[in-house]
């Protein structure tokens, strides 16, 4: 019975997706979305138009999707005769759904808002209201709404999925029929060939393949035919494309519990920890015994962590592992966790609690009560404790791994891309601070004609960032990073680091620290300074920055001075997390940056920040303020084994000089935030 009332609330029609990604039919929306984490890519062809488009949901709740579309045969008016080609629009859309039907009032329709195209030039700006009602029994759906903006007045959908129950690919084949209402006629932005409608009755058909594949095809405007194919993939709750079969089963055996003496050395017992530590993704850097009063000696050790991301997931391996092998005669064992050279938290458990633990008796909950995260103790000194075990870092390890940079809306071509690899050592000098030396190779470009100059909307501050493509021309073949950093636990939740380096291909300098971040703390401060200096585009030297001036581009001495005091929050209901910097920026504007994102279950992170300051950056007449979005993920995702690594890809809506700044090194708040994160799905 209860499998039958999971299914009953579970049962939901095939999806229908709009030619924008959103949830919908053909053109129209309906209230209805995707689950959250689910990223979608699609190209959509929508005669006079080319579709590009790009959604994410943010929420069960929230949906956004780009879009990018393509006026074909028309001319861009402005870089059309230079090579840009057709004229494009960029767009944003958002849906807010009030009411979904798992919300807890199945009789009730699905309801949603939405703006389409609220950002930038607003071509095709809209907003809706719109309902959508499931009826399950008759495999049918039905949508009315209303627009205003280039949806105009009433609309509505039907979607039929007549196969739905089928145990076969075609179940997720839908017939559909919408009521079109965008005002073709009088929108001023439409493309010339757009405008005639025969009628607003658009019929089609949406094909949902392995729950990844959609393929739609309709009429359109009763004049012309439309099509589109579209991925969608939950990378918010994914597992993985692959099992990890490569991770190590769990610590069961052998179990030693002998204590320490004449049948266990202590040379055997550090020995047979450290190989169990390894076995399981840790590599044991420091073990101490230190005697104690009460006639039972205390375990000191430090560990670095070199597989997981999860911090529960560490938990739970090196308590079994403890519980198998602490001698019997200990009291205490410390366990120190160190990543990225900095000291992060430890764990201090007792032996009787271990020993229940091994045994079964005492759960991983009861256990995070008795033994929580804590700060970290300081290393024994020679006159605290017995050295066991000591190994050094590694003072060089070699890393491998490709980049992609892309460019939109260039004049020379609407996309430009560059790919290639990075590569370098990295690892610690006198077992202390840390270096890393980093080159990459560009194999590929597309930008040898791409300008770094905005001639449309010139830049009329110092040009700290538009000039980047700069460097990109320049060579092949660049010295990217070149820094040391040396990173302390100053106790009590406060830590702190010091860089000097090559910090990017851009920037180089000096770079100071501090951070308030105690382990059982939801929110963080930080304090960071630097004094930076620009690099010329070949080799390793300096230069002075350019201006846009009344007699043309002048050259000015330049040492960037950026500094910012910075707040951290995490909601971790919603598993959000936000931050505010308010300071300098590179162009010595001053103002504050806001930045939030989301942390799925399966690592996934999507985040957007918008930057205001003082300075005048005016694009399209209108004031510029810095904004993009943000994406990073595990590479495990794509692996049969975890990884502690992760890739990202960052995008600014326009590349400017107002509320840059530039990297300063291994920032403290993500390597503690990874390093105590533990994936926690979303409830909302």
Known sequence: MVHLIDQKINDRLPLVVNYLMQGGYFNMPSARTFDAGVFGFGYAYLPPY???GLGFQFFDHLEATGSYWIYHGIREGNFGHLGFGDDAERAANVKFILLRGKDGFPILPHFAVGWNDFLGSCRFRSFYAVATKEFLSWDLEATVGWGQGRIQG??????WSPLRHSKYFWKGLTLAAEYDANNYKRHSSEHPSGKTVNSRINLGVQLKAWDLFRLSASTIRGDDWAASLGINYNLGSTKGLFPKIYDPPIYRTPIDTEPLGHLRTEREFAQELAYALKEQGFDLYT????????GKDRIWMKIINVRYREEREVRSRVENVLASLAPSNISTVTMVVEADGLVVHEYRFRIEDLRKYGEGQLGEAEFQVIAPLKEASSQPSQYEGTLLFKRKKPRWLLTFRPWLRSFFGSSKGKFKYEVGFGFGPEGYLFDQIYYCLWGTYTASSSTQNLSDRDFLNPSRIINVRTDTIRYNQANSFHVDQAYVQKSWNMGQGWFSRLALGYF????????????????DFNWAIGFEVANLYKRTYYGVGFQDVRKLTDIGYQYFPYIGLQYFAELYYQYKPFSLDFKISAGQFLARDKGIRFEGGRTFESGLRVGLWYTLTNANDVVNNSRYYDKGFSITMPLDIFLNKTSRSRIGYAMSAWLRDCGARAATGKQLYPTLYWERYNGEPGIF
């Open 287 to 294: 073990l101490y015994l230190i005697p104690d009063a009460k």
């Open 154 to 159: 009433f609309f509505g959908g039907l979607a």
């Open 504 to 519: 990017e291909t851009a920037y180089a300098g000096v770079s100071l620290e501090t951070l308030y971040f105690p382990v």
């Open 50 to 52: 080319r579709l590009w």
